[in-house]
Nanobody
Framework: QVQLVESGGGLVQAGGSLRLSCAAS????????IGWYRQAPGKEREFVAR????????RYATSVKRRFTISRDNAWNTVYLQMNSLEPEDTAVYYC?????????WGQGTQVTVSS
């Protein structure tokens, strides 16, 4: 089992920045990638970014490319999402997810609100 806890959400003005953190615990050696998804009110959950253990490969949704950066600490215990140039459209609950290739784990989410 893997437990994920997100933090770092909050209220920010358009153009501002936030850094989200995802702390992983439990059977973290089984994880092969960690990513972020978000869900805005009335919308489906959508992919934001992912980082894979193999080669530290990263992937981003088109809507956040060049504004958001995903990174991790050396031990793969914490994954970060640096969000710059935030827009009101980025308002959502942000969820951390970890994949072992067999199981997918989710955190409880952290709210990000961007005011115009």
């Amino acid at each position: 089992q893997v437990q994920l806890v997100e933090s770092g959400g909050g209220l920010v003005q358009a153009g501002g920045s936030l850094r989200l953190s995802c702390a992983a615990s439990g059977s973290t050696t089984s994880i092969n990638s960690i990513g972020w998804y978000r869900q805005a009110p009335g919308k489906e959950r959508e992919f934001v970014a992912r980082i894979s253990k193999i080669g530290d490969t990263t992937r981003y949704a088109t809507s956040v490319k060049r504004r958001f950066t995903i990174s991790r600490d050396n031990a793969w215990n914490t994954v970060y999402l640096q969000m710059n140039s935030l827009e009101p459209e980025d308002t959502a609950v942000y969820y951390c997810t970890a994949s072992s290739g067999i199981n997918n784990y989710w955190g409880q989410g952290t709210q990000v609100t961007v005011s115009s």
